[in-house]
């Protein structure tokens, strides 16, 4: 532990090792990686940044509390290996997480380098280390011995992997259901290549198998099987629900349904999934327009914009109907979008799209927005500009304005307490109102991130260990 | 992984596939469908589940060769595998006693009636059937048919066999009341039928197919208005009263891939892909 060495008081290096990137002029129209990962040497000189704090304000960030100074002292000592297991005791996907956590709003957040200068980028060593394993071979291990009991995991997203993981560990049996033909969530369906390789999600996903994981794709649960069939018939002594929020919303407004106009999940999945931006060597096509418009403002806007360019847009434009200040989606990535040339409207929202005789977009109507006082939300509360209506020419829309929590489960298994949202209800441990089921991740949180879908996945992996042993 | 067991020619370009799927044939109801990918760079296609068998665990289908996948389907031989297949999918149809109904299928969607016309037989509902095509020669089921149904009438759009047209029908309302109509078909022809039966007030049931992706509530691609509601066709449906439809919508928006479509299946045929070697 690092609380009972004491260390020499080293200086402190106010800049942190910039991570070496594609450039944005050709990253711009192509899919690979964005960021390129330190080296060793830059893992080292970051890792000697850390102050190795006798009491680490950085853990109270993350939300799976993963030990960092052990695991960074772990790195300056050169001990890669155990630096890894170290993080993996808390976080079994750390090339994901080392990539695609909000660290700014969390670890990082509390770092205390970052009172005189950047913090510690504690995801950037993560992802050094997690790229550092998967060159060498990985042994995965189970740790316990078997018990006998079968776990059923619904949906293969962060929240359900990790569960697996972790109940696959203490010696379960566990078999994941993901509808989809593909395991990883959001990790593969949505966030785009050029920010996640697939491959990583692959090697993860390999680890969790290796933990002797049965994958089952192309399961969904409600129709092929119900959640009470699995926990009468199919020999299951419980079930956790990871099903996410992958319900895309619309404006509901006048000519949303012309052509040309996508849900940024159909657009995203159509490119991510389905791989539709090597079509026709992949059968599932997409079209890109030359001017695209993305509404919206948080990650999946930008992912949406990002990926439009790289498909061959001239033009992309994201519409925001609150200012920059509010813009929810990660500053590093609002960053990396208007390097690459996305250029953003604030203020305004659609109120009609225009289409041409063929039943495609041309042109999309929008009313100027001012901000009034705070919603619910806390945010100010946009308010429409009387009379301020404009038209802007168009030629593919991608609709990002919200996802809200697949519903096939709660509307097929009875007894299942639900919010009027659709979310799931769980206590703090992730058990819902039936017995032996457990729910965690954007299902029962609405829209999250990728590690707190995590921590509630380890945290219900926990509850229904427990409920296991007891039964 | 899924063993074709049958593949089978009913007609020209029509093919029924009956496949080893025994999860997916426990739960299938009349009226769902399934998705299936038939390897790593193919497209998620949906097809309407037109038989099950809970004891063999089988299931079948019937489906027509129009565009890449389905014509690489059609080649693929007894015995091989198809890499996924989730279902069923959708809801199940309502299946009661209505008392009299009028069950119109038309083209490849004849097959998925047929499961219908003997669901509503059994249950104790006095079934007329309409079957039409094309041409005669894409007519099949027609055997079959007649066993489950009280009366069996023919149609093909060009007359050579049975009526010309759907025409007929209107007379065929005027002189007998049905408490139900069921149509499975080419929009134009769910649209046509839809339109012949509202001035009567008959509850008439269609099912859509718009362009799917998921199949699962996640991309919104199948979405269609319905009594001036968005609906999604894969969860709300794929059954909705043909009164309350938006068709030209619909059909609209089943066109939106045409072009890559048409290049996806050229170019393979051109690579030599299908059997013709790019004739
Ligand atoms: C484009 C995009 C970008 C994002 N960027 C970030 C980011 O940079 N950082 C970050 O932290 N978060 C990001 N997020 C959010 C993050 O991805 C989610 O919060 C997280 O993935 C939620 O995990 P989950 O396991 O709860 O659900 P999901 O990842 O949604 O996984 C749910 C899985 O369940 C499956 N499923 C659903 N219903 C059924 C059923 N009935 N039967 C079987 N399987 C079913 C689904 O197919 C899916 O695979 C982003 C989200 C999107 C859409
Ligand atoms: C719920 C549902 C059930 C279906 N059931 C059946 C069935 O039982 N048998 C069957 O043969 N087909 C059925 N279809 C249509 C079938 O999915 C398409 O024919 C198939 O996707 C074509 O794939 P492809 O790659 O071979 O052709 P593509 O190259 O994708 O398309 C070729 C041609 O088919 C048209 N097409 C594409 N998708 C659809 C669609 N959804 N509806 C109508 N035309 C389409 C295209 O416009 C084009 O003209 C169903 C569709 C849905 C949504
Ligand atoms: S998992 Fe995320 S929040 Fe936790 S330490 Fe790693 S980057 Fe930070
Ligand atoms: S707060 Fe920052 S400096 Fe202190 S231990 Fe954590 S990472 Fe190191
Ligand atoms: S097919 Fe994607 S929502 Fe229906």
Redesign the interface.
């Known amino acids: 532990m690092a609380e009972n060495k004491p260390k020499p008081k080293p200086k402190i290096q106010k800049e942190s090792v910039p991570i070496p990137k594609q450039k944005p002029e050709e990253r711009r129209r192509n899919f690979n990686e964005v960021a390129l990962g330190y080296t060793e040497e830059q893992a080292l000189a970051e890792a000697n940044r850390c102050l190795q704090c006798p009491k680490p304000q950085c853990i109270q960030g993350c939300p799976v509390e993963i030990e960092i100074p052990a695991f960074i002292k772990l790195i300056r000592e050169g001990k890669f290996e155990e630096a890894v297991k170290k993080v993996k005791e808390k976080n079994s996907l750390p090339a994901i997480c080392g990539r695609v956590c909000p660290q700014e709003e969390q670890c990082q957040k509390f770092c205390i380098v970052g009172k005189v200068g950047d913090p510690v980028s504690i995801g950037r060593l993560e992802r050094f280390l997690a790229d550092w394993e998967r060159s060498i071979d990985v042994k995965a291990l189970r740790d316990a011995p078997a018990t006998g009991k079968k776990v059923a995991i619904i949906g293969a997203g962060p929240a359900g992997l990790t569960a697996a993981a972790d109940l696959a560990r203490l010696g379960h049996k566990v078999v994941i259901f993901e ?3 593909l395991p990883g969530g959001v990790l593969v ?1 949505g966030i785009p290549e050029f920010r996640l390789p697939k491959s990583i999600v692959r090697a993860e996903v390999d680890y969790i198998v290796k933990l002797g994981v049965e994958l089952k ?4 649960i409600g ?3 119900t959640i009470p069939e699995l926990l009468k018939y199919k020999g299951f002594d419980a079930v956790f629900i990871g099903t996410g929020a ?3 919303q ?1 404006m ?1 407004v006048p000519g ?2 012309l ?1 040309g106009i ?2 940024a ?2 657009f995203l ?2 490119v991510n999934l ?2 539709s931006y090597a ?7 997409i ?1 890109i327009g030359k001017h695209v418009v993305v509404i919206g403002g948080g990650n999946v806007a930008m992912d949406s914009a990002r990926s439009a360019l790289r498909l061959g847009a001239e033009q992309v434009c994201i519409v925001y109907r609150r200012s920059r200040d509010e813009l929810p989606a990660r500053k590093e990535e609002i960053e990396n979008a208007e390097e690459e040339g996305i250029i953003c409207k604030f203020l305004a929202a659609p109120t009609r799209f225009i289409g041409d005789e063929k ?1 495609w977009v041309k042109a999309m109507e929008c009313i100027c927005m001012e901000l009034g006082p705070p919603d619910e939300s806390g945010r100010r509360r946009p308010v429409p500009v009387k009379g301020s209506e404009f038209v802007m020419d168009t030629d593919t829309v991608i609709v990002a304005i919200g996802r809200t929590p ?3 489960i709660q509307s097929t298994t009875a007894g299942l307490e639900v919010t009027k949202w659709g979310t799931i209800v769980t206590d703090e441990n992730g058990k819902t109102s039936l017995e032996g089921v457990y729910a965690g991740g954007d299902i029962v949180t609405g829209e999250a991130t990728v590690i707190s879908a995590m921590g509630a996945g380890k945290k219900a992996a926990k509850a229904i260990h427990e409920y296991l042993m007891k039964k | 992984m899924y063993k074709i067991l049958t593949n089978k020619e009913l007609a020209p370009k029509i093919r029924l596939f009956e496949v080893y799927a025994p999860e997916v044939a426990e739960k299938t109801l009349p009226g769902q469908f399934i998705i299936l990918i038939i390897g790593e760079t193919g497209e998620r296609i949906p097809l309407t589940i037109a038989g099950y068998d809970h004891k063999k665990g089988t299931i079948k289908f019937v489906f027509n060769e129009v565009g890449k996948t389905t014509k690489q389907l059609g080649l693929m031989k007894e015995g091989e595998y198809i890499e996924t297949i989730t279902g069923p999918l959708g809801n199940p149809s309502e299946i009661k006693n209505f008392g009299k109904v009028l069950c119109v299928g038309g083209g490849v969607m004849i097959a998925p009636m047929f499961l219908q016309v003997q669901a509503l037989q059994k249950t104790g509902n006095k079934v007329t059937t309409v079957v039409g095509a094309r041409i005669k020669d894409l007519l099949f089921f027609e055997d079959e048919m007649k066993v489950y149904s009280d009366k069996v009438y023919v149609a093909t759009d060009d007359g050579s066999k049975g009526y010309k047209g759907l025409d007929f029908l209107k007379d065929l309302l005027f002189k007998e009341k049905f408490d139900r109509c069921v149509v499975m078909g080419p929009v134009v022809m769910m649209k046509a039928v839809s339109e012949m039966t509202k001035p009567f007030g008959i509850p008439t049931v269609v099912t859509l197919t718009p362009i799917m992706v998921d199949g699962m509530g996640m991309c919104g691609v199948c979405r269609v208005m319905v009594a001036g509601k968005m609906k999604f066709g894969c969860v709300d449906g794929p059954e909705f009263d043909g009164h309350a439809v938006d068709f030209d919508g619909l059909i609209k928006r089943q066109r939106l891939f045409l072009p890559e479509e048409r290049l996806s299946s050229l170019l393979w045929e051109k690579l030599g892909g299908c059997s013709c070697g790019g004739k």
Do not use: Q, V, W
């Open positions: 509808a989809l033909h369906y794709l192309g399961y969904l129709r092929t099987f992958g319900l895309p619309f509901g949303e349904n052509g996508y849900s999940n159909e999945i159509r389905m791989k079509f026709p060597a992949y059968d599932t096509p079209r039943g697949n519903p096939i």
